[in-house]
Structure formats: C-alpha cells, structure tokens
C-alpha cells in the first residue's frame, strides 16, 4: 500500500469494503492516522472475513470506552467549573461526542479541550487548581511564552486521573495573523443538558478548519478532513441555510480561505458533497490552474500539495515524502508567528536543548 | 450560610461487588473502579433516596444501619469529601 | 520495509518488518514451529533506522508500529531481537484489548491452569518457564490473556527472556531452542528460549484456572505459603493488567469473576526447588 488513497475512499464509500486485499496494511495506515475507530463504525454491519471483523468490533468498544473517558472529564471540568458561571465551552472530540453528533463515532479522543472567556481564564486556572489538576510543565520562558501568546493556558494534567485539559480563550494564537471574532464565538455557542456548551455548527467547521491548517504541520489533517466531512454532511442535511452561513461566519472571522480549502480537500478525498452555487467559493476556487474533477469544483496546484501531504502514509503507517513534511512545519509556525518573533523562539528553543 | 446538598448517581449507574467487607464499585459514567470500605457505601445507599446535606445523610444512615461513631455528621462530611474528590458524589 | 516475518501466538498474530536482515532472521529462527497467520496480522511492529544514515552507520534499531512509546530510546543492531520482542509487548500493553491482558505466567495440567503474577524479578517468568519443562504445558511467561466471556486463558507463548543467572537452571533443554546471547542490555546478558512442542502445539486450546499465585523471589526468604484475599487479589490484578481501564464494565466483570472465585495464594522462596516443591503441593489442595 503506497499511500491512504484506499483508507480514504473505504471511509467515503464503506461498501467497496469487498476490494481489500490486504487488511493488515490497511489497518496500520488507519491506526498511524488514527481512524481506526471511525473506519470500525463504518464497517459494521458488513461481511468482512471473521478475524478482521474481530478486530474492528474491539476498536468500537475501543471507541465506546474512550467517549466514556473523554464525556467523564468534561462533567468533572463542569463541576469544577460550575460556581464561577462562565460559559464552558467544548472542543473538537468531545464536543462532537457531546452533541452526539455523527463526527463523534469511533473518534479517538485525547485531551480535553474547552474554550473560555479570555476575562475568565484566571478564575478558571484557580478553580482547576483547586479540583486536583496540575501543571505539566515547569520552564518559565515556556509559561511566559504560553500566556502572553497562545490561546490557551499552560497544558494541565488531573493527578488523580492522569488526564490533561487544555483551556483555550481563543481558536488561534494571537501573534497569528487571521483574527477570529472570539466574543462572537462565545455567544453563538449552543447548550447541551448538562449545562456545558458546543460551538455553534458553523463556527465548528471554522475552528476544525484553522486547527488543520495553523496549528500544526498537517499532523492528523486526515482525522481533522474527516471531522469537516461528517460535520459538513450532518448540518447541511439538517438545514439547507448552512452553507451560506458557514461562509458568513468564515469570513466574519478572516478564515475563508482556511475554511474554502478545508472544504476543497474534504471534498477532493471524501467526496464531501459541494455544489458550485456558493459564490465566495467558485471565487476562492483555485490560485492556478488546476484540473476539473466533474462537480465544476477546481482544485488548485497548491490543494494538490497538501493532498500529497495528507495521503503520504504507507502499508506500514510510516509517514512518507519528508521533505514535503519540512516544508509544512515551517509554513505552520510561520502563521503562528511572525518572523522576528519565530527566530528568537526558536533561538532560545535550541539553545535550551543543546544543555 | 446553608449547608451544602449532596446527590449522587442512582443506583443502576454503578455496579457493585462484595469482597471481604469491602464495595468493589464500577462506575459507568467514569468507567472507573473504587474501592469503598464503610461508611462510603452506606452514603451512597442513603443518597439513593434523592440529595441531602451531610447531617440529613447521617440520619438516613442512622436509620439504615447501626453507626458506631462519636459524631457521625463529622465522619459524613469528611467521607462526602472524598467521594467528591472521586466523581461519585457532587454538591447541586 | 524489505525484510518481513508474520508470527502467530496463540490468538494474537504479528506483522514484523525491519530495515535489516539479522533480527528477521534471528527472530524466524527463535520461532521456528510457530504457525503463520491467516489473514489479517493484529499488529504491525517496525524496526527502523530513526534517520536514513543510521541504517549504517552505528546502526540503532528504532522501535515502532501501530502503538509506540514516543521517547523509547533505540537499541544497537545486535540487539535487534530483543527490540522485535519489546515491540510485540509494546503492541500487546497499548493495544491489546480483546482480553484482559495480565502480567502474569500461565501453565496448565490436566486441564487446569495456574496463573502466576507479581512485580517484575518477583521470579514468576523463571518458574513458569521451568514448570513448562516439569510436566506443566506452557502457556506463556510474560502476559496471561483472560477471556472476557468465559473466564478461560488463552495460551500466549512467546520466546522466554532469560537473565544469565537463570539460564544455568536450563542447560538439559535442546540448545536448538536457544536464541542469541544478547549483552549490555538494558537487562544485562539474557538468551531467548523458545517454548517447548508441546507448547507450540497446543498454542490454540485455552484453559480453565483455577488458582491465583503471586510467588516472591529472594535469596535470603524462607518458604512460606500464604493465602490471600480476593479484595487484595483483585486489586493486584488491576495493578497487573496494561487494558483493565480500557474494558470497562466488562473488564470488571471478568475481573471480579476471576478473582472472587478462584482461590489466591502468596508464596516466597529463595530458590526454584523449593517454589516447585510449593507450587505442587498448592495443587494438590486445588
């Protein structure tokens, strides 16, 4: 297996399940992309050879197992956080796996991340403090580098439970040049039962879309696609204004051209279903010429680069073509940070290893 | 200043099993297992009954079973404590 | 990945690659007997050079697959085997989760089996090891897989790593079961010891237990057996076991099963006769 093509298009299209030969190698590409769980939800229910079907049924309780976790740190976040009456706001996994929403099945869940009023984030750092969790690290260039210019605090892990919380009081760092309307975020947010909250759907798409492209190297950009892709499917189904609000609420954020290429590549490798209507989208369409695929969608020479970024895994889960890889990295802290900046962070990085 | 109302997951939330005097204890919300040796079992069977505050746990148990402690409202407390602490009881 | 070998133990299967010929090959010989898989292998391990160069130039075999420990130093090449081993238990403790995974031996007799576990050096790697050449049939030393179902173990018999101390107490088997003596590990000198026929041939055929033992290794202990409660047994369980967490209530169930109605015993002892000498009788009263 030469790179994810066959994982992607088996998660677009489960029934041409009967095609796969070699099972071993398909699993170590979802597993090193950590679809494993989401390709088991997928499957189930079809004619798979007995061994294989045995090992997807133990990624779903896998999965089952790992929502109780992800749901359990949230209501123990919310307890903790309760008497301070600020609005808590889940992120990505969990938050998906709240609203018992479609992007939730089988995805693996890590750390819990919520997002807070950046006026709040003392309250809430005392408050968390005081519930048993605790720093991770210790470097004060590092904590003074986090609270001046990343939209979270310090990462926290819980030491009874051994679980880490990320509090986010904005979707991007903010040396990093888009500026979302974070207050707009806050107040478009939506209840769940319990007294926490998600974003709003458009604005899931938009923060799913920045995470992809500005805060990291592509690293789990399949997983994330993925995420677009059921997200994007559900709402429009639920109601057919959203797209027109998904590009209202990219733009009021600086984020169209992250959120119109998020759909392009969810579009181009899951076969997200975009029809041409959207205006602001045929204009964004493409920074060259790229080719047709049929749908009056054009994907761009710079689209097929990140394609080949996002599909370079091989039979083994390694990650193939670095110097693709390279070029992303840089590219990634290059967004978050301006150059000046980027030097000497990286400057006093290396320096502190080289001890 | 009014004390404090405890509650606690209904009883088909947890699983429980004897073993020498002690409640292994799975909790299905967490999916985590306590080890719970008396009273704390006893306070979650008297909150079974619906939320109460330390002292109204105290009588409840009282009732249920024999206590043998000089100030049981103080024992209670100390125990919701850390039955808070472990997620299987919350203040409303 | 050019160099590959598929290994089937007991109900768990491998897919191994690796950048060199030498572990593959090592390791094809230390297995040899074993069956291949059918179909799809549950875990891939890859030995791998951490940067091109490496593969080289003082090679050091990076050990990696679909579950990894992010800071795992690499080993030297010559110790290319051992890193395969610890990629199948590295596997094994992230990923397994079709069984509780016990840290634990396991031999059977009569179609009853006997589960030993403790801390690491407790000793129970030797004696289980040393039973599966005393008439007990081996059924694994290092990880004991307990059925979520029906209570049974399955037979999960890897190669056996012995220290040089307890490789004395092996020179009457058939040196053809031997691997490499590996040096300057992280564990000092040891030698792989392949399980014997028997063990690989009855590798599919899950067993009944039907006692708990935690032995306890220590040159200056004097014999002494001890029962222990199953609060006490279930809680040492838990510590023993990589995936207990990640079952949930199921793992719970089998668990307090497993330990409620088996009878668990602790015993010391200062060399292997005597823990022999103990285990037998224990069975006896089984």
Redesign the interface.
Known sequence: MRDARLLVRLLADPACAGEVKD??SL??VA??ESLIGSLAWRLQGLKL?P??E??FE??R??G???R??A??EA??AR?ALAPLNVPIILLKGTAYAAAGLEAGRGRSIGDLDILVPRSALPDVERALLAA?WEWVKEDPYDDRYYRRWMHELPPLIHR??DRMIDVHHSILPLTARPNPDMESMVEARLPLANGLFTLSPPDMIVHSAAHLFADGDLAGGLRNLWDIDRLFREFEAADSGFRAELWTRAERHGLLPAVARAIRLAHHIYKTPIRCQAPKLKSLNSQGTGEGDGSGFRISAADRLFVRRLLARDG???QRRPFTRLGFYVRSHLLRMPPLMLARHLWVKARKTKR | MAASVYAADPPGEVRDVEMEGLTLLYHRPSGLTHFLAPPAPQILAALAAGPASAAEIAGRMGELFEIDSEDPAAATAARLAELEAAGLVWRT | MRHVLRLQVGPVSFRIGSHWRRPVAQLRRLYSGYPEPEGVCDFTVRLEAERPWRRWIRPSVAIRGDYVLPDAAPLPLAQGLLAAEMGMNLQMALGQKRFVLLHAASVERDGRALLMTGDSGAGKSTLGALLGERGWRFMGDEFALLDLEDGRLHPFPRAISLKNESLALFDAVDPGRLGPLLTGTPKGSIRHLRPNVEAVERMKEPARPVMILFPRFGPDLDPVVRDVGAAEAFMRLTQASTNYVALGERGFDALTRFAGALPSRAIDYADTAQAEELVETLWRSA
């Open positions: 099972w071993t699993t170590a597993r090193s050879p061994r294989v045995a090992l133990a990624a309780r896998d089952e197992a790992a109780t976790q749901l359990w209501e123990m307890r048993g009874e439970r083994w889960g390694r």
